[in-house]
């Protein structure tokens, strides 16, 4: 995985693979994680689970390498990518304290969606839309 992300992407020079407890927790949950993550930072995607140490873990990631820099393998860990080594550390940490926001917040009760308007509005802020 590590290596099909260097080669797919010229941009990146550092690839963080974790056990991230609260992002392996809400990938259990059933939860639309990509679409949960709104507001204080841009759409997660999440595989479906795959075999860990497995091609098909890459496989079940490829279809998101090139328009993200981030991703949570379903009941796995996460993985996190940037230009250095600082900027993946900080996508991990980032992503991980996102999840337990979610996870406090689904405690109390499922969060209200951000307006359609305000998601077309950050998708194009983060470059993931034109
Ligand atoms: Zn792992």
């Known amino acids: 995985m590590h290596t099909q992300i260097y080669k797919e992407r010229d941009d990146v020079n550092a690839v963080i693979h974790a056990h991230a407890p609260y992002c392996v927790a809400l990938s259990m949950l059933d939860i639309d994680i990509e679409?949960?993550?709104y507001a204080t930072v841009s759409p997660i995607p999440?595989?479906?689970?795959?075999?860990?140490?497995?091609?098909?873990?890459?496989?079940?990631?490829k279809s998101?390498?090139?328009?993200?820099?981030?991703g949570i393998l379903?009941?796995?860990?996460?993985?996190?990518?940037e230009k250095d080594l600082l900027g993946a550390f900080l996508r991990l940490e980032g992503m991980e304290h996102y999840a337990k926001?979610?996870?406090?917040a689904f405690s109390v009760?499922?969060?209200?969606?951000?307006?359609?308007?305000?998601?077309?509005?950050?998708?194009r802020f983060w470059?993931?839309?034109k």
Do not use: C
């Not at 926001?101 to 406090?104: E, V």
């Open 127 to 129: 470059g993931l839309i």
């Open 64 to 70: 998101f390498i090139k328009d993200y820099n981030w």
């Open 74 to 81: 379903q009941r796995h860990g996460v993985v996190a990518y």
């Open 35 to 37: 679409n949960t993550l």
């Open 109 to 123: 009760k499922e969060p209200n969606p951000l307006s359609e308007e305000y998601k077309d509005k950050l998708m």
């Open 101 to 104: 926001m979610l996870i406090y």
């Open 46 to 61: 999440i595989t479906e689970f795959a075999m860990p140490s497995s091609e098909e873990s890459y496989l079940k990631m």
